[in-house]
């Protein structure tokens, strides 16, 4: 409401103006009448008024931007942080049906786009209505024939320009996706650097560049053709009213009907009007982005996650675990991973777990960690169902070490810390760097621990990368360990020493050892084979 408030004080004052050109106008064609002598201190009065109404105007327009559009750009923050925080509360499966692009794509563009109808839109539309409504106002007082003559072309160029902004947005967006082709390409060349060198290939993936950059060139080109139409639109517009009011005014002006300054008065109100009615049609193209934006955003709010937090108590875990006629399907695949399977682990044991490749080990691990909840049977922690215990508690008594290691683009050291949340003693990184085996690989690098690794830690082997992950699990203590093919990277010398390592840390933890290298069960209480 002040924001209206301060958009009608801005475009009265504004409009005012035309009232001080008008009599400054008549002021001067009466001296040349009459060939008197100018009254210098008359126009300086005239000067000063049009400066004062400019301040006046310009100190209520910065009012009105302070108000309406901090306004969207606090709607925004909070949109964008209740979007990502709902981000996190989703599960795997929705993460596997959706891609990272279009996450982003949400959280940003699509905010974005909301923003601009909070904001930029609904200010240009009380802007437009307060300023038809008094330069109307001003205009029927003068000249009711003349007022419609000069607003008759400016609803066409509304429409001109609505359809003009449709087609830019269209090939704006088509110049978007060009630009995501390229983006993804150059970014999934730089990440698989090594192996097309390895295999010779730079050739191949410059082409490939060139051909996604040309395309982009070509929509470029085709939005810039759009886009030259805009201003000659506006500016013949213009021109139009301008020559009306100059050819139907001046006869006015003759038959004594309005006075010359009127003429003056009402080419400034065109210029006035011009903007507001050609943002019309930027805004309604703006309104139709917003609403589809707000569709799409509105769609992933509402999604609910299918791992339902709803703890019956927050005990300690001791690692007790029992799989009792478990069965699990993937809804996207149909894939059925598990089916009756029965398995109890008792606390402190340490199970190993080997089979083929697809066989459900790993989703043995994610169902372990609730990462997926079963589609039949039930999983008993400790004697009760994993569903009562508190998720975010279950999953910090786990040291889970995945098949995929990720790698923050960080140093060394958070990255071993993160399962930490920050809260680790230098020793503690240490101790773990080494009983990982990764701390005499750790000290050849210039920084240490203080070691940026590049992205998803592109700068290190397979091997480093691993053991760091392995000391990011066992760094935070758990009650329960699971190593999803952890060693698959590393050499048998290197296996041994990890697991001769882990031996202690494993003593009176329940461990899952997951692996096709039997030598890396050796140590295990119990081997089962999916």
Known sequence: MLGALFVILSTLFSIYQGVVVRNATNEIVELIARHAQVDSMKFIVFGVTLLGLALSSGFFLFLMRQTIIVMSRHIEFDQKNEMYAHYQTLDASFYKNNSTGDLMNRISEDVGKVRMYTGPAIMYLINTFATVVIVLVFMLKINWQLSLLVFAPLPFLSFVIYKVSDLINKRSTLVQQELSKLTSHAQETFSAIRVIKAYAREKHYIKELDSLNENFKKQNLRLAIVEAFFQPVMVLMIGVSVIATVWYGGRLVINHTIEPGNITEFILYVYKLTWPFASLGWVTSLVQRASASQTRINEFLKTKSTIINTPEFKQRIEGEIEFKNV?????????????????????????????????????????????????????????????????????????????????????????????????????????????????????????????????????????????????????????????????????????????????????????????????????ADEIVEF
Do not use: W
């Open 327 to 523: 069965g699990f399907i993937y809804a996207d695949s149909k894939i059925e991973a598990l089916k009756n399977l029965n398995l109890k682990i008792g606390k402190g044991k340490t199970i190993g777990i080997k089979g083929q490749i697809g066989a459900g080990k790993s989703t043995f691990a994610n169902l372990v960690t609730r990462l997926y909840d079963v589609t039949s049977g039930e999983i008993y922690v400790d004697g009760q169902p994993i569903k009562k215990y508190d998720l975010f508690e279950l999953r910090k008594s786990i040291g889970y070490v995945p098949q995929e290691v990720f790698l923050f683009s960080d140093t060394i050291r958070n990255n071993i810390g993160f399962s930490t949340g920050g809260s680790y003693t230098e020793q503690e990184i240490i101790q773990a760097a080494k009983d990982a085996g990764v701390y005499e690989n750790i000290m050849t690098f210039p920084e240490g621990f203080d070691t940026v690794v590049g992205e998803r830690g592109i700068t290190l082997s397979g091997g480093q990368k691993q053991r760091i992950s392995i000391a990011r699990a066992i760094i935070s203590k758990p009650q329960i360990l699971i190593f999803d093919d952890c060693l698959s990277a590393v050499d048998v010398e290197t296996e041994e020493l990890i697991l001769n390592n882990l031996k202690s840390i494993m003593k009176d933890k329940t461990s899952i050892i997951i692996s096709h290298r039997d030598s890396a069960l050796r140590y």
